[in-house]
């Protein structure tokens, strides 16, 4: 399991439906700084939920909800949106690529991607730099995401509805 980075995330699931989560970190001096703030994408608004903890009793990272969250919905549903998670953290690079590649966005920060080399491997030139990667680090990752696309999707049985409220 690698490092969940700030950045947005999809679970594409065998139906063809898919569900985004982003995790945000807000800098110092901003409310909540520090904190890991994870949110599903309802609609063209972003929906926070709780935070990305470490310091769970297995060592792996998990969802801690907002109470008030925790308190206004059903069981069924905080588990469909852990579940989402679970899945994004087995492999952050293959959910933040499902997001690029179906929105045509960076994974990193949301904005729109034009140039096609940047969408085959998910990220803007801007946020490959603030990541540290190099022009070889860029090429691997082509090469990945090249192998990844005949499937982004995560192989489940399990019917999952939609994370967002029903409206
Ligand atoms: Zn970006």
Not at 70 to 85: C, M, T, W
Not at 88 to 108: F, S, T, V, W
Not at 127 to 150: H, I, M, N, Y
Request: proline residues 6%; glycine residues 8%; positive net charge.
């Amino acid at each position: 399991m690698s490092e969940l980075l700030d950045g947005i995330y999809s679970v594409v699931y065998r139906s063809g439906e898919h569900r985004t989560i982003q995790l945000r970190t807000p800098e110092a001096g901003k409310p909540l700084a520090g904190k890991r703030i994870l949110s599903y994408r309802q609609r063209d608004d972003w929906k926070g939920f709780g935070f990305l903890v470490n310091d769970t009793p297995n060592g792996k990272p998990a969802v801690a909800f907002w109470r008030k969250f925790r308190a206004e919905n059903a069981p069924k549903r905080l588990e469909r949106i852990e579940f989402a998670v679970r899945t994004i953290l087995e492999n952050p690079a293959k959910a933040g690529l499902a997001y690029a590649l179906r929105e045509n966005r960076c994974c990193r920060c949301g904005m729109q991607l034009t140039v096609p080399a940047s969408v085959a491997f998910g990220m803007g030139p801007e946020c490959a730099r603030k990541r540290g990667w190099t022009k070889e680090d860029k090429l691997k990752a082509f090469e990945w995401a090249k192998s990844q696309v005949p499937d982004v999707t995560v192989q489940t049985d399990l019917s999952y509805g939609p994370l967002e409220e029903s409206a």
